[in-house]
């Protein structure tokens, strides 16, 4: 019978299936990180639990960590105590840990690839729902909360039902100035945030064989802002010379004989997709986020839509909610939105193919006066790659302000975030109420939108710079 | 470690008619310092229940003496969408909510819920709109959840059935922690790993 990609990790990796259909999944590979894992080692202990497979599990600080000079530690109490809760679990169960000092630090869907952690055809897990970043590598990967996180330490495996296998298929190839993150806003825009419910989403067409591995990344991460489980792309030779070499990556003959393997990684023809979604990538413009959910999402081209032209009534009130909270009119231009603040940086877009489109757009300019910058790497070796390019003199040369690595402004748990009313351009990927600081207002764009607005100090088409 | 049991709840429900109600809306990441997993109720909803002054919003839901005692919440569709924290059905919990209903919810946060012993009902928009109605009456609004026979009762004696997946309703009932009954499976699991030892050497 014809499978799909979802259907050939997934039954690799069954472990058991009861009869209501409930199975227990074998989970290859584990990312720890300080905010969603103690109480998981708390209840290990309580239990007197021990960590399965140490070996499979690999920690790494970055939800809380300051991206200001940290040489000297971390002043904010909580955070210090969270991260110090880590350290000590990760001495006690034995488990590898990138401490905040680490030239390895960094967003653990940044490191898990960087490492070779993640490799193709393994099921991975992550008390983080942007997990969904590594099935860029053909690798099924899930967020999950502590309670899983627990399950795991303990039991190697997870019990899971079976998702419905969906297809997003982008067709032809992205424009000038488009990216993997305005392909995916586009793709959230097109089925809403719960368009995904209870489906893992495989990508393909065109524009995603396309995609170098680090967009693929992107658009994979924000795959659970469409709502689904997962999401993944079949491996390919990008995927393969991306990894080779990598510090956790097969070496020698292991090598030959896992490419050989990784290569059978893809759906079979004919096989059945219970959702199948098209687009044409030659339609797809830069977008950006008006409201309070990635799918209130325009081509920057367009205006604040209006409430009136809305018919459901749920909504109607929520999009009248949104436009409160964001502080917007219907029917203004999306290019006269002005910022106060830019964030680039994130799991979704910190990478270094995300700086270089960063910096060239930057290059030899200056942020707006009345805007504040923030260019956080999403670790320390990419932090080390881009200032090898140069990259970090284009940025503070152009007024950015260069950080250390870590989550940072994304979700506000340090101390970057908005102040009450203040509005970003930012290439993270939620724009939620508050989620970049209490009544802050999020626009989520690209890292080539994102530095394009910090300069001209408002939301602007990145097409006007001519970069290519 | 047992999980708290769920198997007949009578309580007053409150509505909470809002779509996409996100995990930063639930409970806000600058309240997830904490190594512990208790003592979140109070950051539940904080945001909406809360103003920039720390006083509580007289207008919202949770805030009206008629709702004080909610252990019930109707709300929107795709409830819980977002973040994987468990800090948001910690938070509930911790306030007092045992059970949620909605047209759905997010997955990650569906599957969190129920590890902390939280019953997530979904039912069609319809029959959402017609208990959020009766949840509107305020403190007279109790209604009677029951697990076993998979049925709301609401005030005004209106049976509404449900569906659940058997293994959460059969955990739910009876409080257990999967840990301990995937433990059970340890064998296969050993067997599990020394075929992958084999068939994928490079793992």
């Given amino acids: 019978m014809a499978t799909t990609l979802y259907d050939k990790i997934w039954d690799a990796h069954l472990v058991d299936q009861r009869e209501d259909g409930t199975c227990l999944l074998y989970i290859d590979r584990h990312l720890v990180h300080e905010v969603t894992s103690p109480q998981a080692f708390e209840g290990l202990r309580n239990s007197s639990r021990k960590v399965r497979r140490p070996d499979l599990t690999l920690a790494v600080a970055d939800h809380n960590v300051p991206t200001t000079d940290r040489s000297k530690g971390i002043d904010d109490e909580e955070s210090r105590i969270q991260i110090e809760a880590l350290d000590k679990n990760c001495l006690d169960f034995g488990i590898e840990l990138y401490g905040m000092n680490d030239i390895r630090q960094g967003i653990c869907h940044v490191i898990g690839p960087e490492q070779g952690f993640t490799l193709p055809g393994t099921t991975m897990v992550c008390g983080d729902s942007h997990t969904a970043t590594h099935g860029a590598f053909g690798c099924l990967a899930f967020g999950i909360g502590t309670s899983e996180v627990e399950h795991v330490l303990a039991t190697q495996t997870m019990i899971q039902t079976k998702a419905k296998n969906m297809r997003v298929t982008v067709n032809g190839s992205l424009p000038t100035g488009v990216t993997a993150k305005d392909m995916i806003l586009r793709i959230i825009g097109e089925i809403g945030t719960a368009g995904g419910t209870g489906s893992v989403i495989e990508f393909s067409g065109e524009a995603v064989s396309e995609l170098t591995i680090e967009g693929r990344m992107t658009m994979c991460n924000m795959t659970i802002e469409g709502g689904a489980r997962a999401g993944l792309v079949a491996p390919d030779q990008k995927t393969f010379d991306y990894l080779m070499g990598r510090p956790k990556s097969p070496k020698g003959a292991s090598w030959e004989t896992a490419i050989d393997y990784w290569k059978s990684l893809k759906s079979d023809d004919g096989a059945k997709f219970e959702i199948e979604i098209a687009l044409d990538a030659e339609d797809i413009a830069p977008q950006v986020t008006w409201g309070t959910s990635p799918e209130d999402v325009l081509p920057i081209t367009g205006r604040v839509p209006s409430p009136n032209n809305e018919s459901d009534t749920n909504k109607k009130a929520k999009m009248q909610r949104s436009l409160d909270y964001m502080g917007l009119e219907p029917g203004m231009l999306l290019e006269d939105i002005k910022i106060d603040k830019m964030f680039i940086g994130s799991c979704t877009n910190s990478r270094i193919e995300d700086l270089r489109l960063a910096a060239k757009v930057a290059n030899g300019q200056k942020v707006a006066d009345h805007v504040d910058a923030l260019v956080v790497p999403g670790s320390g070796l990419v932090k080390e790659q881009a200032e090898k390019e140069g990259l970090d003199e284009i940025f503070v040369s152009a007024g950015f302000d260069w950080r250390e690595p870590g989550c940072s402004m994304c979700l506000a748990m340090n101390a970057d975030k908005l102040q009450p009313g203040e509005r970003s351009a930012s290439t993270s990927n939620r724009n939620f109420e508050g989620r970049q600081g209490p009544g802050g207002r999020t626009h989520l764009v690209s890292p080539a939108m994102a530095a394009a607005a910090a300069i001209k100090g408002h939301l602007v088409d990145v097409r006007s710079f001519n970069i290519d | ?203």
């Avoid at chain 2, 708290?4 to 809002?18: C, E, N, Q, R």
């Avoid at chain 2, 919202?60 to 994987?84: M, Q, R, W």
């Fill in chain 2, 1 to 203: 470690m047992s999980v708290k049991k769920f198997d007949k709840l009578t309580a007053v429900a409150a509505p909470l008619p809002l779509i996409n109600v996100d995990t930063d809306m639930i409970i806000p990441a600058r309240f997830l310092k904490t190594i512990k997993r208790t003592g979140l109720g109070q950051s539940l909803f904080h945001t909406l229940r809360f103003d920039e002054n720390g006083s509580e919003r007289e207008d919202f839901v949770l805030n009206k003496s008629a709702y004080k005692d909610a252990k019930i919440l109707i709300t929107g569709a795709n409830f819980g969408c977002g973040s994987s924290r468990e800090h948001a059905p910690w938070a509930l919990d911790d306030f007092g909510i045992r059970c949620v209903i909605a047209p759905d919810f997010a997955d990650i946060f569906f599957n969190n819920s129920f590890k902390n012993g939280i019953l997530l009902i979904k039912i069609p928009q319809k029959e959402v709109d017609d208990l959020m109605e009766v949840a509107e009456r305020g403190a007279n609004s109790t209604m009677t959840v029951d697990l076993e026979t998979q049925e709301i009762i609401s005030s005004d004696g209106k049976s509404i059935k449900f569906e659940l997946d058997p293994f959460k309703k059969h955990c739910l009932l009876n409080g257990l922690d999967d840990i301990g009954l995937t433990m059970e499976k340890e064998k296969k699991i050993g067997t599990f790993e020394e075929n992958q030892k084999v068939t994928q050497p490079w793992l």
